[in-house]
């Protein structure tokens, strides 16, 4: 969406292609990070976009064997808005299509699911799509496939995907909110394990992190054992752990880390999830996901515009954005090593990690830069066709 925002924005026509009829899913987690806030700055739109409900998070904090530790904060960020905005992204997504159907170069096709590409001498010049009315080819210049993990696109391109492996799931539920809940946290840790609450309002999104492949036996124990789990992490939320009675309120998330070689092939370009699914930890793949977008506007709006563009200037976009997700991605693998749903000790003692944090206040603008920014940080530089 970002994309085809900024591409119709620079006067190229644009055909946004999305499979479901709306974007109601909440797989996704709810994150703004002040560098999308910075881009909404530059885009002129930071001030409408902050007049929809949301919530503003300022310092995050981890809750470590009951030990509160402020991890990351955003007072010192270098952006107009020095916190985590927290919005459902439906709301975000429907903002930008609202936004971006203001030009006439923008088109959305809802529930409009790409199945195929199209080929011409083993050029993409498009994809075949089905539709409440039956499938439909749409030829493009340029096909890029935003598709996210699993995407169909590059798999029907034939491009290599690595894969670093995960060793987790999520369990993804909802609970509802009280007032004297605690202060949003976002993680409760203990021992590998981790609870992570997001704050939707009138209910809290929730996310139980449980080693790969693991959910059979989980459900062998029981309801009454998950319960025992997660309350094990989350005490205040005993008065409303029964409200998951049955196993269709719990939904499974695999997680996966992995990169494709090539982001690209002649006709089409790979960016966000589907050219390097991202696990939830540190909460940044949505980030990554708009700055490739950013990168890919700067880098050919204006050729778009006038022709098709070559193989050799699509990789200038992996060029780009390779080494923040390889940076992000190596992070992310080590944070996995420690957080995987297993039981990895005992006792209340606050580890040294976090100890850190709370001894040298300075170092929580690293997690505040690398969450909130981000590696190598992208502007707008693509054109405004008026
Ligand atoms: C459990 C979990 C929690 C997470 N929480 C966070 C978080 O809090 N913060 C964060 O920054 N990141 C989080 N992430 C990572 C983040 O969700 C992804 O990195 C990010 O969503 C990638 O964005 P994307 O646009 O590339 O892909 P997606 O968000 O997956 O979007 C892909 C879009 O393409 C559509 N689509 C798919 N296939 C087709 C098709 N064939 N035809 C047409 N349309 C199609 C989909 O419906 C979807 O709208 C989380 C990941 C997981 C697994």
């Known amino acids: 969406m970002m994309a085809g925002y900024l591409l119709a924005r620079a006067g190229v ?25 910075e881009l909404m700055h530059e885009l002129g739109l930071l001030e409408e976009f902050l007049k929809l409900p949301h919530q503003q998070l300022r310092e995050i904090r981890g809750i470590f064997n009951g030990h509160t530790v402020p991890m990351a904060d955003f007072s010192r960020l270098p952006t107009h808005c020095k916190f985590i905005a927290f919005m459902p992204q439906w709301d975000f997504l429907n903002f930008l299509a609202a936004q971006a159907k203001k030009f006439p170069t923008f088109a959305l096709h809802m529930q409009h699911e790409v199945i195929d590409l199209l080929f011409e ?60 809940d605690p202060p949003q946290s976002l993680g409760f840790f203990q021992h590998g394990k981790l609870l992570v609450l997001l704050d939707r309002g009138d209910y809290f999104q929730v996310g139980f992190v449980i080693p790969k492949g693991n959910l059979d036996q989980i459900k062998q124990r029981g309801l009454p054992a998950l319960h025992q789990d997660i309350l094990q992490l989350g005490p205040f939320l ?23 070689k090539k982001w690209c092939r002649d006709g089409l370009l790979c ?116």
């Not at 026509?13 to 806030?37: C, Q, W």
């Not at 996995?336 to 944090?357: A, E, V, W, Y």
């Open 13 to 37: 026509n644009v055909a946004v292609l999305e499979k479901h009829a709306d974007f109601f899913r909440d797989f996704r987690g709810d994150t703004i990070h002040p560098s999308t806030l």
């Open 121 to 180: 001498n083993d050029r993409v010049v498009g994809v075949r799509a089905k539709t409440p009315e039956g499938e439909r080819d749409i030829y493009a210049d340029l096909v890029i496939g935003a598709d996210g993990r699993n995407a169909i696109t590059h798999t029907r391109a034939d491009l290599e995907l690595r894969d670093f492996g995960a060793p987790i799931d999520v369990l993804w539920m909802r609970l509802s909110k009280r007032p004297d």
């Open 238 to 260: 005993k008065d409303r752990i029964t409200e998951l009675d049955d196993w269709s309120k719990i939904k499974l998330l695999t997680v996966q880390i992995n990169r494709l």
């Open 271 to 386: 960016i966000g999830d589907n050219a390097h699914a991202m696990s939830p930890a540190g909460g940044v793949g949505i980030n990554l996901a708009l700055q490739d977008a950013v990168a890919t506007a700067n880098l050919l709006a204006a050729k778009l515009r006038e022709r098709t563009v070559s193989v050799t200037e699509l990789e200038e976009v992996q060029k780009r954005r390779e080494f923040p997700v390889k940076l992000i991605q190596t992070m992310q693998v080590f944070i996995h090593r420690r957080i995987n749903g297993r039981t990895s000790g005992t006792g209340d003692k606050l580890p040294f990690l976090p100890r850190l944090f709370l001894w040298f206040p300075f170092l929580r603008t690293i997690p505040a830069r690398l969450i909130g920014i981000g590696p190598r940080p992208e502007h707008i530089h693509s054109p405004l066709m008026r």
